[in-house]
């Protein structure tokens, strides 16, 4: 350990004339070029963006409710921790209107690279689905899918939903 007020603290201590002599090195040094990764750290694995989009539903009628059939989808996310999500659709048919209401586990994957961005989230989970025909029946619905991340404002999105309304069950896969 230094004896305080025997180490020397300024610059001028330093610029002894033994100090100053101009040495040259010679050699085949390079400078290295030093470059940073762009990815925030803290965005990588983290699944806690929020969405709303558009697209359309590819029904595999069993039964009887719309959710089985062709129709337009207003869907979206609404994280509500980092890996859980609340994914409310709203698919319009011909025949009815059917609302889809899933709470979802989002599956964290992590790729070799820590400092790598996963594009792509697979989630499944379950809850409630409602149909506005001449019966308003609700049932409960099973749901699974990917979420793709084509850039940080732009989620690409497949969801397969299977609802079980009263005796019926109908499948939808929603693009």
């Not at 940080?152 to 009263?166: K, P, R, S, Y």
Request: aromatic content about 10%; cysteine-free.
């Amino acid at each position: 350990q230094p004896i305080p007020g025997t180490t020397a603290t300024t610059i001028a201590a330093f610029m002894s004339e033994e100090n100053t002599d101009q040495t040259q090195i010679t050699s085949d040094f390079t400078p290295l070029e030093i470059t940073q990764n762009t990815t925030d750290p803290e965005i990588i694995f983290r699944h806690d963006y929020s969405y709303i989009g558009l697209g359309g539903n590819v029904g595999v009628k069993l039964e009887q409710t719309s959710l089985g059939e062709a129709g337009f989808v207003i869907n979206s996310k609404i994280a509500l921790a980092q890996e859980l999500s609340l994914r409310p659709a709203v698919l319009f048919s011909e025949n009815d209107t059917v609302f889809l209401v899933p709470i979802t586990y989002d599956i964290t994957i992590k790729d070799k690279d820590p400092f790598k961005e996963v594009p792509y989230v697979p989630f499944i989970g379950g809850g409630a689905v409602f149909t506005t025909n001449d019966n308003d029946n609700a049932g409960f619905l099973i749901t699974g899918g990917l979420d793709y991340r084509l850039s940080q404002d732009f989620v690409a999105n497949i969801t397969l939903h299977t609802g079980f309304i009263e005796d019926s069950t109908d499948m939808g896969l929603v693009l």
